[in-house]
């Protein structure tokens, strides 16, 4: 955009910290009238998690960086595989983290990348 | 805040531990394996934030203050697209919107009845990412309510300055990651919050909402990549939680 120093940090201030902190004031100020036992605080969490699962989604099917030059079959199957480890050892995220990882860079090497 | 958290000291009964001891815990609960796998994908960030040109400042500000790794991402990509600043917070705050259910999800947790100082949440509000989170919606239930608040902000900060510290760190000694590591650590994010989310899930409305979302981002990220995932929340939760509802008065 421009040259100066100082513009990646108004950047930063303008387009990260208040475009982000501004959802989560908002969610103080809506949530502070919602009730902990309330059918549409259920509601709330029903779209929070929906929300969370369509970036975990994006974040796989259509990464940025390094990630998107990994075919998009062993992304899906690094998640995939991952998930069901951490469902088959009694929910432990670590060995589902730790396998989907493994998933991918055996497969990485297998399809012979460099 | 640390006045008026005094105060409250005097006010109540000595049973009642001080709010420093609940900030303590939550400091010390932090040390865990979300932490851990959070930090690495962050030092995943601070490789991706080198290869972008981005200087050290900038990246620990922008690990600090958006503090919530996908918008972290978006934000970079837009800085180094050349991006103006309007359509860079345009793009951010759709890529952020996920955090206002959330922290309005998280606020009748955390608060004590009408006693919580409203800045104290504002400042907590902050620290709202999945991690964080999916650790308080899990765990703050089991907890008395006068400590939650002050221990999520134990939790939060800690987690926050220790982590943007490792990517201070990582940014100085990793001069270039070799892709295949980078593309390691950036997998972990999707698959832990997978992991994490589905554990966090405590209703059957929590598992399904998870599964529409799923599908459908994808879907609507084809079709209408900027306001794609507000749909994807409004609608994949909102047939999550219909069909939730009628599926138990079926079976009820």
Not at chain 1, 7 to 31: E, H, K, P, Q, S
Not at chain 2, 115 to 143: C, G, Q
Request: net charge positive; charged share 15%.
């Amino acid at each position: 955009m421009t040259d100066q120093w100082w513009w990646n940090y108004a950047m930063i201030l303008v387009a990260g910290w208040i475009a982000t902190d501004i959802w989560r004031w908002i969610g103080v100020f809506a949530g502070g009238k919602l009730r902990e036992d309330g059918e549409l605080l259920i509601w709330v969490r029903c779209v929070a998690t929906a929300l969370v699962a369509g970036v975990i989604a994006r974040l796989i099917l259509f990464p940025s960086g390094a990630l998107a030059e990994m075919p998009m079959w062993l992304r899906a199957a690094s998640a995939i595989i991952g998930f069901a480890v951490f469902s088959i050892t009694g929910q432990k995220v670590v060995y589902g983290v730790l396998s989907g990882v493994i998933v991918l860079i055996a497969g990485w090497f297998l399809i012979g990348g460099v | 805040m640390p006045s008026e958290i005094e105060q409250r000291d005097h006010r109540e009964t000595e049973q009642v531990e001080p709010q420093r001891v609940w900030f303590f815990r939550g400091l010390r609960a932090m040390v865990s394996i979300p932490a851990l796998i959070l930090t690495a994908a962050f030092v995943g960030y601070a490789g991706m934030a080198r290869a972008s040109g981005l200087s050290l400042g900038e990246t620990l500000l922008m690990s600090g203050l958006v503090w919530a790794l996908p918008s972290v991402v978006v934000l970079t990509g837009a800085i180094t697209s050349g991006l103006g600043m309007i359509p860079a917070a345009i793009a951010v705050t759709l890529a952020s919107v996920r955090l206002m259910p959330m922290t309005m999800a998280l606020i009748p947790v955390v608060k004590d009845g009408k006693k919580s100082n409203k800045l104290l949440l504002l400042f907590a509000s902050h620290f709202v990412a999945v991690t964080a989170w999916v650790y308080a919606m899990r765990n703050l239930p089991e907890m008395p309510r006068h400590g939650r608040l002050a221990f999520f902000v134990g939790f939060g900060f800690g987690l926050s300055s220790v982590v943007t510290m490792i990517t201070g760190i990582a940014y100085v000694m990793v001069e270039k990651m070799p892709p295949l590591l980078s593309a390691s650590l950036f997998i972990l994010t999707p698959i832990y919050f997978l992991c994490s989310l589905w554990s966090a899930a405590r209703f059957n409305a929590d598992k399904t909402s998870m599964v529409a979302g799923l599908v459908l981002g994808p879907i609507f990220h084809i079709y209408e990549p900027e306001l794609g995932l507000l749909w994807t929340g409004i609608l994949g939760g909102s047939l999550a939680y219909v069909a939730t509802r009628l599926a138990e008065r079926r079976f009820r």
